[in-house]
């Protein structure tokens, strides 16, 4: 297996996601000559083969500097005005960056609902593959007016992830203002020291992984995270600072930049990847003995027959949890019917289905493509 700087040399899709810091200057509003930089680099990767999508945050962090606040606000609602006020100057400022290459952006937001609901998720998909088709760099940002608590991704490594899930990129690259993952938080351990290369799937990584910055969300927390869901569709993940010189350009040509986070797993089938990217579940299926038996032994779908209780509040393709009696997670899918009809199929055998419904759908309640077993 090639190493992860390898991989990252042999990478043909990176989804490369900057953070709220780098982009604003520290808050100072946003950093034109650093987005001019890693345009040209973007660019000089594009000509050398690899195809990009662009996550870009700030979108908060510049509408507060646009308005004038020093505060980062608590009341959801501010916080979505100045993503609103500040999304204007992002999309401005990488669109204005790009077309000095004669290079189009299109602006793609987007919410944790447009990526856990099959058919938008399928359309989210196939749009952000038809602009790389086209040539066109897409800028994703969170849909931040429009999201609640419940439906964030709340950090944008977590979107960039999904994204990379997505469009089965070969490498999450996340430029933040640190120069890498350390083994300790350096903006409290000075002598903290830079992990170069490890694997995604390393527990310890997220013991050393601590919290963000004053504008940043998630810190290396969820970059850590990130990288783990990157490698479920065996996309390698780099961290590297933003403000290294030439740092895209030196991660490709597999310069010891940075820290390096290789998935040590084959990619699992691409819908199974996404399925195992949802972080929310719409609600949960208890199930008996048997079907416990059915799902993790013989790797079969699980059959109305095998429900004993269904709770939450789901519509037909929504992520579903599938729990034992014990309430212990066997498994995760995609269910088949709403809650509403899958009540009424509680414990029934499976030819009782069109008469119960009053018309003929799936034999499974989750069928076992949609379905991850824990
Ligand atoms: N182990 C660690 N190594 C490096 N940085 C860390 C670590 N733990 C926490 N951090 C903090 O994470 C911050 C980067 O995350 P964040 O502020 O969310 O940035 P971004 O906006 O780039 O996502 C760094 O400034 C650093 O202080
Ligand atoms: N959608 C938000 C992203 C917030 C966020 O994740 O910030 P960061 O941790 O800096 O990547 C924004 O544009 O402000």
Same mark, same amino acid.
């Given at each position: 297996m090639a190493s992860g700087r390898e991989q990252l040399q042999q990478a043909g899709r990176w989804v490369v996601k900057i953070g709220s810091a780098l982009l604003t200057d520290d808050g100072r509003g946003l950093d034109e000559a650093a987005i001019g930089r890693w345009v040209d680099q973007l660019v000089a990767l594009r000509q050398s083969g690899v195809e990009i999508i662009l996550v870009s945050s700030g979108a908060v962090a510049e509408g507060m500097t646009r308005l004038g606040w020093t505060q980062r606000p608590d009341e959801i609602y501010r916080l979505q005005a100045a993503a609103a006020v500040g999304q204007m100057g992002l999309v401005q400022a990488w669109e204005a960056q790009f077309q000095r290459h004669a290079i189009h952006t299109a602006q793609v937001l987007l919410t944790h609902d447009d990526l856990s609901n099959r058919k938008r998720y399928l359309n989210a998909r196939a749009t952000l593959r038809t602009l790389i088709e086209l040539g066109v760099v897409a800028v994703v940002n969170e849909?931040? $007016? #429009? #999201? $609640?608590s419940e439906i964030r991704f709340g950090d944008n490594d977590t979107l960039g992830a999904l994204v990379a899930n997505a469009v089965e990129a070969d490498a999450l690259i996340l430029l933040t203002d640190q120069s890498g993952l350390y083994d300790a938080d350096p903006r409290s351990n000075p002598q903290a020291q830079l992990i170069s290369d490890a694997r995604a799937e390393d527990d310890w990584l997220q013991e050393v992984a601590g919290d963000g910055g004053r504008?940043?969300?998630?810190?290396m927390a969820t970059k850590v995270r990130a990288a783990r869901l990157a490698a479920r569709s065996g996309a390698v993940t780099a961290i590297a600072?933003?403000?290294?010189?030439?740092v895209l350009l030196k991660l490709h040509r597999g310069d010891r930049v940075g820290t390096v986070l290789v998935p040590d797993r084959e990619p699992m089938a691409a819908r199974k990847q996404w399925i195992a990217g949802h972080l929310q579940a719409r609600g949960t299926l208890i199930i008996d003995e048997g079907a416990v038996k059915a799902l993790t032994a013989m790797g079969k779908s699980l059959l109305p027959a095998g429900v004993l209780s269904v709770s939450g509040d789901f519509s037909r393709g929504e992520m579903v949890i599938i729990a034992d009696r014990a309430g212990r997670i066997v498994a995760r899918g995609l269910v088949n019917y709403g809650l509403e009809d899958a009540q009424k199929l509680l414990g029934r055998p499976t030819r009782e289905i069109e008469s119960l419904l009053g018309f003929v759908g799936e034999a499974e309640l989750v069928h076992r493509d949609n379905m991850v077993v824990a």
């Open positions: 849909n931040d $007016t #429009v #999201v $609640t504008l940043g969300r998630g810190g600072s933003g403000r290294e010189v030439d």
